[in-house]
């Protein structure tokens, strides 16, 4: 069982919104502003989409967005395209012991 | 561009102990960041294994801590894992990453190796 909670899958059509959820606690995604989105596309490495909940990397279109409330951190994907058909994880810094949490994934599909 | 290519076998026998090394090119371990390993077990989902920072200070993963030594070699600019007594539980993709600049920021991963798949069989 993962650390952080995900749906195992979400949809969306070209063109739609879609909001995908990672539920920690006060110990991970509540406690710090350190959360981190990946997407993986099958046979590849992840790749990292949003870190520090909101910031996006250079090169990563700004359809994507991060966000959190509470211990709940959120991953939305506007104007959805057929290459955004993957796996998202979302990843969490868990304090000292802890360290780093990873949630189960997510599987998103393009319809 | 900094690049990461994780190297080892690929088949280990139970009970073993699972060696694997990253070689970094295009940026200097000494200089910073953190450094760790990630592994993905087939089809199912990450789990952060460990990590190391340039000093040698280590953290690993509660579930993990007994059997795993994560060592780095500035000289070699390369660090390795150790996973020592594997079971087939321990069959995954691993992977070695460039994590964050400081101990807070070890959750942002921009840079990954390919992966080396691990098989435990005998």
């Known amino acids: 069982q993962s650390a952080l909670t995900q749906p195992r899958s979400v949809s969306g059509s070209p063109g739609q919104s879609v909001t995908i959820s990672c539920t920690g606690t006060?110990?991970?995604?509540?406690?710090?502003?350190?959360v981190s989105w990946y997407q993986q596309h099958p046979g590849k490495a992840p790749k990292l989409m949003i870190y520090d909940v909101s910031k996006r990397p250079s090169g990563v279109p700004d359809r994507f967005s991060g966000s959190k409330s509470g211990n709940t951190a959120s991953l939305t994907i506007s104007g959805l395209q057929a290459e955004d058909e993957a796996d998202y994880y979302c990843?969490?810094?868990?304090?000292?012991?802890?360290?780093?949490?990873f949630g189960g994934g997510t599987k998103l599909t393009v319809l | 561009q900094v690049q990461l290519q994780e190297s080892g076998p690929g088949l280990v026998k139970p009970s073993e102990t699972l060696s694997l090394t990253c070689a970094v090119s295009?940026?200097?371990?000494?200089?910073?960041?953190?450094w760790g390993w990630i592994r993905q077990p087939p089809g199912k989902g990450l789990e952060w294994i460990g990590s190391i920072y340039h000093s040698g200070s280590t953290y690993y993963n509660p579930s993990l801590k007994s059997r795993v030594t994560i060592s780095v070699d500035t000289s070699k600019n390369q660090f390795s894992l150790k996973l020592s007594s594997v079971t087939a539980a321990d069959t995954a993709v691993y992977y070695c990453?460039?994590?964050?600049?400081?101990?807070?920021?070890?959750?942002?991963?921009?840079?990954w190796g390919q992966g080396t798949l691990v098989t435990v069989s005998s």
């Open positions: 990843c969490s810094y868990a304090g000292s012991y802890t360290s780093v949490v």
């Open positions: 006060s110990s991970d995604v509540g406690g710090y502003n350190y």
């Open positions: 295009g940026y200097s371990i000494s200089s910073g960041y953190y």
């Open positions: 990453a460039r994590q964050g600049t400081f101990e807070l920021g070890m959750a942002t991963i921009k840079y």
